[in-house]
């Protein structure tokens, strides 16, 4: 049975988390399988546009600080990268900004622009975060992946540049290096929609260490960008003290393929203070461990991540789909077991292998992901893409809301049990 506070072997004895690293073998790779029960339904035309005129992908909802959907005064929020979508796609990483919609019906969104002043905001362009919601205070606290170095040019980039971190090697003439920033402010209702107020001063958190975790400062010899990206934040439910996990690589790792789930301890009540512990999950086998996150059901910490095929090592980057994977342990530093013995939770079709991406569980186990290249066959590689030209591009990608997915959590087994319309759940 599971514990629903972690028990004396769970905790060190100030009450903070003990971690035992959990290896993600070559062996539960091998095991990686389609099957009826992880195969997410084919979307067979472009999902919901929620900013008009924008690509859109890595999506994440405000969320109370217990991890549930929040709603204020009436409407939810969702947060979003964002690039126009004058551009290509493959550029959209190396231009990305935050941007946020609202929705009162979660049918109709309302588009309400760049979450950051440009002038605020750190790094060159920002990656993907989470955002959580202090009623008591009113206060939405951010945390976001700033990206390159602030002034560098990348709105010169030719729009054709590949956009590295996602499917793609790293664009030429753009930095890469990776930090977590915060800030946060306040909720303020004005007219029909909701918008922040007094913004605090952005602030870079963490950043990689060199000792546990690979400096997140260019590309490896193969093209790859080192990662140090993806805050999401999580309260232990029994302690109250406040984790961030993060997408990394390991320091002194033999490879590329050194993914790993970082996961650091907050130090003060205002989240400017870290320290970094080892990473729940650690792996030779895949480059990059995307988007981590926790569900708690059930009394088990359900650990998911993003990952694409083309992470993987050889030879499980021939058979290992773009995917949901994840694990599941009664102890938020684990140690962790792979869901349904590989991590395999859902995974694109076999005849449409880049459909949808970026998936993100909330609770009651409904998944939010973006559409990514849709109807694209087997035979096409990701690597091939940004050679197709124009038209092609804007026949394919999605940029867009894809349907829901339903998951059902039972112990260590997952099966998807249908889909819902794109929103949120």
């Not at 979508?85 to 493959?90: C, F, M, Q």
């Not at 107020?197 to 400096?215: C, F, K, M, R």
């Not at 092609?392 to 349907?403: K, N, Q, S």
Request: hydrophobic share 35%; with cysteine.
């Amino acid at each position: 049975a599971c514990d629903d506070d972690d028990d004396d072997n769970g905790t060190n004895a100030d009450n903070t988390v003990s971690i035992t690293t959990t290896e993600w073998t070559a062996a539960q790779a091998g095991a990686i399988a389609r099957t009826n029960d992880n195969t997410i339904p084919s979307v067979t035309e472009n999902g919901k546009v929620v900013t008009p005129g924008y690509h859109n992908w890595d999506y994440w909802p405000l969320l109370n600080m217990d991890g549930s959907i929040a709603t204020v005064n009436g409407y939810q929020i969702l947060f979003m990268l964002t690039a126009p979508e004058t551009v290509l796609s493959g550029k959209r990483h190396d231009i990305a900004t935050i941007r946020y919609a609202i929705s009162s019906d979660n049918e109709n969104w309302q588009d309400m622009g760049n979450l950051f002043p440009e002038q605020d905001r750190l790094g060159s362009r920002n990656w993907a975060g989470s955002c959580f919601y202090d009623e008591e205070a009113n206060r939405v606290w951010v945390f976001y992946t700033a990206t390159g170095i602030k002034g560098e040019s990348v709105n010169d980039l030719p729009s054709g540049t590949g956009g590295g971190g996602s499917g793609a090697t790293a664009g030429e003439g753009i930095s890469y290096d990776q930090r977590i920033a915060m800030t946060s402010a306040n909720l303020v209702t004005s007219g029909n929609a909701l918008q922040f107020s007094n913004w605090t001063t952005h602030q870079e958190v963490l950043q990689a260490d060199g000792a546990i975790y690979a400096p997140a400062t260019g590309q490896d010899a193969t093209g790859t960008v080192y990662a140090f990206r993806d805050p999401w934040l999580y309260q232990h439910p029994s302690s109250g003290k406040f984790y961030l996990l993060f997408t990394v690589r390991s320091a002194g790792g033999a490879d590329t393929f050194d993914g790993a789930i970082g996961i650091a301890e907050s130090t003060n009540d205002d989240f400017t203070g870290w320290t970094l512990l080892p990473p729940l999950v650690s792996t030779s086998i895949n480059s990059e461990l995307e988007r981590p996150h926790i569900v708690r059901e059930d009394g088990r910490y359900y650990l998911f991540f993003s990952t694409h095929r083309e992470k993987f090592a050889p030879p499980y980057n021939e058979d290992s789909p773009e995917g949901l994977y994840g694990f599941s342990s009664n102890r938020l530093g684990g140690p962790y077991e792979p869901l349904n013995g590989s991590a395999l939770v859902a995974a694109n079709p076999a005849n449409d292998p880049y459909m949808t991406f970026s998936w993100q569980v909330l609770p009651g186990s409904s998944v939010i992901s973006n559409v990514n290249y849709y109807n694209v066959g087997p035979d096409i590689d990701v690597a091939e893409f940004g050679n197709l030209g124009e038209a092609w591009d804007r026949e394919h990608f999605g940029g867009t809301l894809a349907p829901i997915l339903q998951l059902d959590l039972s112990g260590n087994e997952t099966r998807i049990t249908g889909t819902d319309s794109p929103g949120l759940p």
